[in-house]
C-alpha cells in the first residue's frame, strides 16, 4: 500500500463535488429572523465580545446541506443558487471568519465548568467559540457559531485559535455524522487564515461555523450548582425545557415528582440512544468530558475522535488519553457517570424548599431517590437501543425468536471480530451478500478473517438464525445496506483532505464531503474510500489538540 498520504485516495471526483469552493447565495437581508434565546438568560450566563480578526481570509469550504438548514441555498455544485444576491465571495469569508459582525448578530461566549477526565476541573467555557446569533428558520431554531474566532474570558491559558486540520475535522464528521442518521451539531463553512498558530507545530488558523438548536452542556448546569445559584440553575433548566422538552412539563406522576426530574430522564434517554448510535457505527469521541455533553443529546466538540478500522474493542482514538478512560468499550459507561454528574447538578432543584429552610435528611434521601429514578431509564434504554440497533445491522427481521441466542451469537460475534482485528465497517458491508444457504458468497467478508475456521463456525450459526425466520437474502441484503455505511470518515481520509489544503487545494475536502454525504449508496466513482486503509494510516495520533 501506497506510503504517501496524498497519493492513498485518488478516484475520479465525485460528480457531485466541487473543484473550488464558493459561497451560498447569501443576500445582505438573511432568509432568517433573528431571536435572543440563549441570550434572553441574562448576562451571568454569558460574555458578549467581538470576534478577534484574522488576515486574509479564504473560504475553505461550505456544507450545502448545513448551509440549507438557515436557507441559504447552495448546491452540491457549489455555485450559488442566485448570484445577483449573493455577496462578494470575500464577503462571505469576512463574516464567517468574525471579521466583520453582521447587522443581525448578537456575539457572546457562555460560562460553563465541568469534569474532565473524571476530574472536577471547576469554571471553563466557550474558550474559543462565539455565538453570533439565533437564527429562526423554517426547520426550527438553530445557533450559528464561529469556533476558532479568538480569546474569551473563559479561555484560560488558550490562544482561543483552532487550526485548519482540526476544522477540517469538525467540518466532515458533523456532515458525516448527521448523514448516517446520528444526532449532531452541524457545520456550516470553513474560512482559513495564514496567521500561524502554535500547537505541537506551526499551523495555520482556520475558523469552522458550527449550528445547533443550543449548544448548553451538561456543564453549563455544573457551573451554577457549583456556585450554589439555583436560581440561574433554575432559569437554565426552564429555558431548555420550555425550548426543547415542553413534554417535561406534563410528566409529573409515579416516579417523577418535578418537570426538573423529567428532564434528567429525558437527558439520559437521549444519551442511552446516541452512546448506542456510537458504538453501533464504530465512532470513538475520544473526549467525553462533561462540558463535551450536550443536553439535547448531539455529538458536539468533535476533536480527538475516530471510526474504528480494524475491529479493537478497547481501541483508544484520544492520543491524550493515556489512561484509555474514554476508549471505545467505555463510551456508554461514561455516558452514564457523565449522566449521575447532571443528576448531581440538578438536585437542588426538586430538594429546595419554598420557605427557603434547609431540607431535611429525609427530604434529602428522597431527593437523591428522585435522582435515580430519572437515571435509571438508561440501562435499559441503552440495551434496548443496542440490540434494535445490531439486529438491525445483522438483518434479523424478528426479536421474538430467542433473545438469549442473539445476544450470545452478537457476543461470539464481537469476540471473533476483536481477536482477528477484522475491518469495522466493510465487515458489516460484506456480510451483507452473504447467502442464508451456504457459503457461497462468503469470499469477501470470510477473506477478512486470518481464523477462516472462527468465522466459517459464527456463520452456520447466523445463517441457521436467518432460516429461523426464513429470511429471504434479497430483501435482506437491501435492509442491511440501508443501515451499515459503505463510507465513514476514517483517520486516513482526513489526512488526506487535510494535506492537500495545507497546500491551498481545497477540493479533497468538498469531494469527500460529498461521499461522506451519501454513506449507504454504492458510489462507483468513489469506490477507494470504502477500501481498506494504507499501512501508513496506522501511524496517524489524534490528541486534545486535534
Given at each position: 500500500?501506497?506510503?504517501?498520504?496524498t497519493s492513498a485516495v485518488?478516484?475520479?471526483?465525485?460528480?457531485?463535488?466541487?473543484?473550488?469552493?464558493?459561497?451560498?447565495?447569501?443576500?445582505?437581508?438573511?432568509?432568517?429572523?433573528?431571536?435572543?434565546?440563549?441570550?434572553?438568560?441574562?448576562?451571568?450566563?454569558?460574555?458578549?465580545?467581538?470576534?478577534?480578526?484574522?488576515?486574509?481570509?479564504?473560504?475553505?469550504?461550505?456544507?450545502?446541506?448545513?448551509?440549507?438548514?438557515?436557507?441559504?441555498?447552495?448546491?452540491?455544485?457549489?455555485?450559488?443558487?442566485?448570484?445577483?444576491?449573493?455577496?462578494?465571495?470575500?464577503?462571505?469569508?469576512?463574516?464567517?471568519?468574525?471579521?466583520?459582525?453582521?447587522?443581525?448578530?448578537?456575539?457572546?461566549?457562555?460560562?460553563?465548568?465541568?469534569?474532565?477526565?473524571?476530574?472536577?476541573?471547576?469554571?471553563?467555557?466557550?474558550?474559543?467559540?462565539?455565538?453570533?446569533?439565533?437564527?429562526?428558520?423554517?426547520?426550527?431554531?438553530?445557533?450559528?457559531?464561529?469556533?476558532?474566532?479568538?480569546?474569551?474570558?473563559?479561555?484560560?491559558?488558550?490562544?482561543?485559535?483552532?487550526?485548519?486540520?482540526?476544522?477540517?475535522?469538525?467540518?466532515?464528521?458533523?456532515?458525516?455524522?448527521?448523514?448516517?442518521?446520528?444526532?449532531?451539531t452541524r457545520a456550516l463553512?470553513?474560512?482559513?487564515?495564514?496567521?500561524?498558530?502554535?500547537?505541537?507545530?506551526?499551523?495555520?488558523?482556520?475558523?469552522?461555523?458550527?449550528?445547533?438548536?443550543?449548544?448548553?452542556?451538561?456543564?453549563?448546569?455544573?457551573?451554577?450548582?457549583?456556585?450554589?445559584?439555583?436560581?440561574?440553575?433554575?432559569?437554565?433548566?426552564?429555558?431548555?425545557?420550555?425550548?426543547?422538552?415542553?413534554?417535561?412539563?406534563?410528566?409529573?406522576?409515579?416516579?417523577?415528582?418535578?418537570?426538573?426530574?423529567?428532564?434528567?430522564?429525558?437527558?439520559?434517554?437521549?444519551?442511552?440512544?446516541?452512546?448506542?448510535?456510537?458504538?453501533?457505527?464504530?465512532?470513538?469521541?475520544?473526549?467525553?468530558?462533561?462540558?463535551?455533553?450536550?443536553?439535547?443529546?448531539?455529538?458536539?466538540d468533535y476533536g480527538p475522535?475516530?471510526?474504528?478500522?480494524?475491529?479493537?474493542?478497547?481501541?483508544?482514538?484520544?492520543?491524550?488519553?493515556?489512561?484509555?478512560?474514554?476508549?471505545?468499550?467505555?463510551?456508554?459507561?461514561?455516558?452514564?457517570?457523565?449522566?449521575?454528574?447532571?443528576?448531581?447538578?440538578?438536585?437542588?432543584?426538586?430538594?429546595?424548599?419554598?420557605?427557603?429552610?434547609?431540607?431535611?435528611?429525609?427530604?434529602?434521601?428522597?431527593?437523591?431517590?428522585?435522582?435515580?429514578?430519572?437515571?435509571?431509564?438508561?440501562?435499559?434504554?441503552?440495551?434496548?437501543?443496542?440490540?434494535?440497533?445490531?439486529?438491525?445491522?445483522?438483518?434479523?427481521?424478528?426479536?421474538?425468536?430467542?433473545?438469549?441466542?442473539?445476544?450470545?451469537?452478537?457476543?461470539?460475534?464481537?469476540?471473533?471480530?476483536?481477536?482477528?482485528?477484522?475491518?469495522?465497517?466493510?465487515?458489516?458491508?460484506?456480510?451483507?451478500?452473504?447467502?442464508?444457504?451456504?457459503?457461497?458468497?462468503?469470499?469477501?467478508?470470510?477473506?477478512?478473517?486470518?481464523?477462516?475456521?472462527?468465522?466459517?463456525?459464527?456463520?452456520?450459526?447466523?445463517?441457521?438464525?436467518?432460516?429461523?425466520?426464513?429470511?429471504?437474502?434479497?430483501?435482506?441484503?437491501?435492509?442491511?445496506?440501508?443501515?451499515?455505511?459503505?463510507?465513514?470518515?476514517?483517520?486516513?481520509?482526513?489526512?488526506?483532505?487535510?494535506?492537500?489544503?495545507?497546500?491551498?487545494?481545497?477540493?479533497?475536502?468538498?469531494?469527500?464531503?460529498?461521499?461522506?454525504?451519501?454513506?449507504?449508496?454504492?458510489?462507483?466513482?468513489?469506490?477507494?474510500?470504502?477500501?481498506?486503509?494504507?499501512?501508513?494510516?496506522?501511524?496517524?495520533?489524534?490528541?486534545?489538540?486535534?
Amino acid at each position: 500500500m501506497s506510503s504517501d498520504p496524498t497519493s492513498a485516495v485518488s478516484p475520479a471526483p465525485a460528480p457531485s463535488a466541487p473543484s473550488a469552493p464558493s459561497s451560498p447565495a447569501i443576500a445582505a437581508k438573511p432568509p432568517f429572523s433573528v431571536a435572543p434565546g440563549f441570550a434572553a438568560l441574562g448576562e451571568r450566563f454569558f460574555t458578549r465580545l467581538q470576534p478577534m480578526p484574522l488576515p486574509a481570509p479564504y473560504l475553505v469550504a461550505v456544507a450545502p446541506a448545513a448551509a440549507e438548514l438557515l436557507g441559504w441555498q447552495a448546491g452540491h455544485s457549489g455555485e450559488p443558487a442566485s448570484p445577483d444576491k449573493a455577496p462578494p465571495l470575500r464577503d462571505f469569508a469576512e463574516i464567517f471568519i468574525g471579521n466583520r459582525v453582521p447587522d443581525w448578530a448578537d456575539p457572546l461566549a457562555t460560562v460553563y465548568s465541568g469534569h474532565q477526565f473524571g476530574v472536577w476541573a471547576g469554571q471553563l467555557g466557550d474558550g474559543r467559540a462565539i455565538r453570533l446569533a439565533e437564527a429562526q428558520t423554517a426547520n426550527g431554531p438553530w445557533e450559528i457559531q464561529l469556533k476558532g474566532s479568538g480569546k474569551t474570558p473563559y479561555s484560560r491559558m488558550g490562544d482561543g485559535r483552532a487550526v485548519l486540520r482540526s476544522s477540517i475535522r469538525e467540518y466532515l464528521c458533523s456532515e458525516a455524522m448527521a448523514a448516517l442518521g446520528i444526532p449532531t451539531t452541524r457545520a456550516l463553512c470553513i474560512v482559513g487564515s495564514d496567521a500561524p498558530v502554535r500547537r505541537e507545530t506551526i499551523e495555520t488558523a482556520a475558523v469552522v461555523t458550527r449550528l445547533a438548536p443550543t449548544f448548553i452542556r451538561f456543564g453549563h448546569f455544573e457551573h451554577f450548582a457549583a456556585h450554589d445559584d439555583v436560581a440561574a440553575l433554575r432559569q437554565l433548566a426552564d429555558f431548555v425545557i420550555d425550548r426543547f422538552m415542553p413534554e417535561c412539563r406534563d410528566s409529573a406522576g409515579g416516579d417523577i415528582i418535578s418537570p426538573y426530574q423529567a428532564l434528567l430522564r429525558e437527558v439520559s434517554l437521549r444519551t442511552a440512544d446516541l452512546m448506542a448510535q456510537w458504538q453501533a457505527v464504530g465512532f470513538c469521541h475520544g473526549v467525553m468530558n462533561t462540558d463535551n455533553m450536550s443536553i439535547l443529546g448531539l455529538t458536539i466538540d468533535y476533536g480527538p475522535f475516530g471510526f474504528l478500522d480494524a475491529f479493537d474493542a478497547n481501541h483508544i482514538c484520544n492520543h491524550s488519553d493515556t489512561q484509555g478512560r474514554y476508549a471505545y468499550s467505555q463510551q456508554p459507561q461514561v455516558g452514564f457517570w457523565n449522566l449521575h454528574c447532571l443528576a448531581q447538578a440538578l438536585l437542588p432543584l426538586w430538594i429546595e424548599r419554598e420557605d427557603g429552610q434547609a431540607p431535611t435528611e429525609a427530604a434529602k434521601e428522597a431527593a437523591i431517590e428522585a435522582a435515580h429514578a430519572g437515571l435509571d431509564p438508561f440501562r435499559d434504554r441503552y440495551a434496548q437501543r443496542f440490540f434494535q440497533l445490531y439486529r438491525a445491522k445483522l438483518g434479523l427481521a424478528s426479536a421474538d425468536i430467542d433473545h438469549a441466542a442473539d445476544e450470545a451469537l452478537l457476543t461470539d460475534l464481537f469476540r471473533l471480530l476483536h481477536s482477528q482485528r477484522v475491518d469495522y465497517t466493510l465487515f458489516w458491508r460484506n456480510l451483507a451478500r452473504i447467502s442464508s444457504a451456504d457459503g457461497s458468497r462468503d469470499a469477501p467478508v470470510r477473506d477478512l478473517f486470518m481464523d477462516r475456521a472462527g468465522w466459517d463456525a459464527w456463520a452456520e450459526r447466523y445463517r441457521a438464525r436467518l432460516r429461523a425466520e426464513s429470511s429471504d437474502d434479497a430483501a435482506r441484503a437491501v435492509s442491511m445496506l440501508a443501515v451499515n455505511p459503505k463510507y465513514v470518515l476514517r483517520n486516513h481520509l482526513a489526512e488526506v483532505a487535510i494535506q492537500r489544503a495545507k497546500e491551498k487545494d481545497f477540493s479533497e475536502v468538498q469531494r469527500l464531503l460529498a461521499v461522506l454525504s451519501r454513506p449507504f449508496d454504492e458510489q462507483p466513482e468513489a469506490e477507494s474510500y470504502a477500501a481498506l486503509p494504507p499501512d501508513w494510516a496506522s501511524g496517524i495520533e489524534v490528541s486534545c489538540s486535534s
